[in-house]
């Protein structure tokens, strides 16, 4: 595990951007996870910059979505879909039909949790998974008691985390209470992880994520046990961290 400490929110953009385009230009046609939230947008539009500066090309590649509110169409303008696309991928060179994000209309919940499964694993794995953190350290949608052996699967949203989101919806009432979610088991099978923070209200979920013990009550911990994982934080998100261990900007790994 390596925890980077960025100067500011272009900082850890850039930075998450760097290591990004780094795949991208390694392997071509890689498959990467993406994540929607408000922190990743700083880095895809750096990659938009950099695309448009003809130094990374995503014509290859193909991408699977972390989660989708269940109950919203790509149309809708707080889907995740809508969110890739206007953040994103309407920006870049991918092709359309090589994005993947669950469908949040789809009739039947087993069913969709099964074909993503199957998409996940007929593009032959995630090799650069890109996520944010919420509040209570929940990494995609998989809020706290998430067990740890699941794959993609329809979870009911907590309060919190509802509340936490409504700023993008009319009010709460608005905010789907259910939502589609790559399990822990599919995040931990990417090759790579790459994990964003910023914020003080981000400071403990990242203390007891990285630096306490492994439990689904805080399901980003899992991630100490992936043997490829990179954490960029700013220095907000990193105040607890700095005040309760001795870690100073010392990159380790475990
Ligand atoms: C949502 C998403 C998560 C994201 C989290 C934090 O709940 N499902 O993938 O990490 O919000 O969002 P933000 O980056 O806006 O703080």
Redesign the pocket.
């Given at each position: 595990m390596r925890i980077y400490a960025a100067k500011d929110y272009a900082d850890l953009s850039r930075k998450a951007a760097n290591i990004i385009s780094a795949q991208v230009i390694m392997k071509p046609n890689a498959v990467l996870g993406l994540?929607?939230?408000?922190?990743p947008v700083g880095a895809y539009r750096q990659l938009i910059e950099w695309y448009n500066k003809g130094d990374v090309d995503f014509f290859q590649i193909s991408s699977v979505n972390?989660?989708e509110y269940k109950g919203l169409s790509g149309e809708h303008d707080q889907s995740y879909r809508y969110f890739m696309n206007h953040n994103f991928f309407d920006h870049i060179n991918i092709k359309k039909e090589n994005t993947n994000v669950p469908n949040g209309l789809a009739p039947d919940a087993e069913t969709e949790c099964r074909r993503y499964n199957h998409v996940i694993k007929s593009l032959g794995g995630i090799d650069l998974q890109l996520?944010?953190?919420?509040g209570n350290g929940?990494?995609?949608?998989n809020e706290p008691g998430a067990a740890f052996e699941k794959e993609t699967h329809l979870v009911t949203l907590t309060e919190q985390?509802r509340e936490s989101?409504a700023r993008f919806f009319a009010g709460l009432d608005e905010v789907p209470t259910h939502a589609f979610t790559m399990g822990i088991k599919s995040i931990m099978s990417a090759k790579k992880i790459l994990l964003l923070a910023t914020g003080e209200n981000k400071a403990k979920a990242l203390y007891d994520s990285f630096f306490g013990p492994v439990t689904p009550g805080v399901p980003a911990s899992i991630l100490q046990l992936h043997n490829d994982c990179t954490i960029i934080a700013d220095e907000e998100a990193l105040s607890l961290i700095r005040e309760k261990t001795n870690w100073k900007d010392v990159n380790y790994d475990n």
């Open positions: 994540a929607t939230g408000s922190t972390l989660d996520l944010g953190i919420g929940h990494i995609g949608f985390t989101n």
